[in-house]
């Protein structure tokens, strides 16, 4: 058997006469930069996370700098991040002229340790990017009141959250502004790459929708310099069309989240996700832990089951981020989960066979003592 890590034609196939048919009104149209499907997902986008404003743009890593301008980033301006993350929740704060405070994430969630953000707040601090990873939120409640405290702001990085709740409250509601991924794996993906902002706040969104445009609403009428980061025609139509389906596919990960609790309950060299309580986790990974995490993947690999590390070094590890000359000891948990994370197969499409054999296959290399 073959199991791959996430099956993109799978999903295609389920919805395919949908997606041919707004493809080819798109061309038919030439309706290829904004426009009406444009037009159109912003609004049902914003409606599904329960904000006010979208703002569509080119990728979720646009999404993080164009937020991030708007929040008016100056030099010397620090803003804390989660250790444990891909670097785009970080290289977009130097972009826009930032100074980068890693802290250190929980052992069990991967997400950042809200015990230890306090004393990372200088008065040099303006904002923290709590990233809900994996899926799973972040403790929203003690971050909102360390941004009240300290008046900061709050940028939440949902790019791999697409419906995720705390304590009954969607994602990316709790922030001044919030962030999201379509890249073509998440669980809302495009066929390309695309990505949206949202708000609440109706200067924000004027700003970051300026921004994206070079720097004017109206073509033509260029307030500010900006840049060119939008979201095509074809993107918004294919998005649109899968939005609807978005709420069942997520819990089709959920049940497969229960499914592999279940049937790895009783390996105990296998740790298994851990989900915080009052939150609703969506799965866009399910990550394992295990201290012989390179055989395993090796062995895997040989029974054609695909995994991935999310992510082998720990963003302060980085050659890029040398120039801080951070140890291990800085961030303990984020360091010592690099070497142990592994995440397996996980997508609404995925059969009960596929997950039986992946699983019998790390019993297989736990029996041999690899």
């Given amino acids: 058997m073959k199991v791959p890590f996430v099956d993109l034609n799978a999903q295609y196939q389920s919805i395919k006469d949908e997606i041919d048919q707004v493809i080819k009104e798109v061309i038919d149209k030439s309706l290829f930069i ?8 912003e609004e049902m986008f914003a409606k599904a996370m329960d904000s006010k404003h979208c703002i569509s743009c080119a990728n979720g890593t646009d999404a993080l700098y164009i937020a991030m301008k708007a929040l008016n980033l100056n030099p010397g301006d620090e803003v804390i991040a989660p250790a444990h993350s891909w670097i785009s929740t970080t290289e977009t704060i130097t972009q826009a002229g930032g100074k980068v405070v890693f802290c250190d994430t929980k052992i069990d969630t991967f997400n950042i340790d809200v015990d230890q953000i306090e004393s990372k707040i200088t008065k040099n601090t303006v904002g923290i990017i709590p990233v809900h990873l994996y899926g799973q939120p972040a403790d929203m409640d003690s971050i ?32 001044d502004i919030a962030t999201f991924s379509f890249y073509p794996g998440k669980n809302l993906g495009a066929m390309g790459d695309a990505g949206a902002i949202v708000t609440n706040n109706d200067e924000l969104a004027d700003k970051m929708a300026s921004f994206a445009r070079h720097g004017g609403l109206k073509k033509g009428d260029h307030k500010i310099e900006g840049i060119n980061s939008r979201m095509d025609g074809l993107q ?34 296998v740790k298994r ?17 295990h201290r012989n995490r390179d055989n395993l993947t ?39 989960n690099q070497s142990q994370i592994l995440s397996i197969p996980i997508y609404p499409e995925l059969t009960d066979a596929q ?7 790390i019993k297989d290399f736990s029996s041999k003592k690899i």
């Avoid at 951070?326 to 360091?335: G, L, R, T, V």
């Fill in 34 to 41: 904004r426009g009406p499907y444009v037009d159109k997902f």
């Fill in 144 to 175: 909102m009141q360390l941004s009240k405290k300290y008046n900061l702001w709050v940028l939440e990085d949902c790019a791999q959250a697409h419906y995720a709740k705390y304590k009954n409250k969607q994602v990316g509601t709790f922030g």
């Fill in 236 to 269: 918004a139509a294919i998005l649109s069309k899968k939005l609807p389906y978005l709420r069942n596919w997520t819990s089709a990960r959920q049940e497969r989240a229960r499914k592999y609790h279940e049937l790895l309950e009783n390996l105990p060299e």
């Fill in 273 to 289: 996700p851990f989900v915080i309580d009052g939150s609703e986790h969506v799965w866009h990974l399910y990550v394992i832990k």
């Fill in 298 to 336: 090796h062995h895997l690999k040989s029974k054609n089951i695909a995994t991935v590390i999310n992510y082998p070094i720990a963003l302060p590890f980085l050659p890029a981020y040398s120039r801080f000359k951070h140890s291990k000891n800085d961030f303990p948990n984020a360091y010592k």
């Fill in 355 to 361: 997950m039986h054999y992946v699983v019998d296959s």
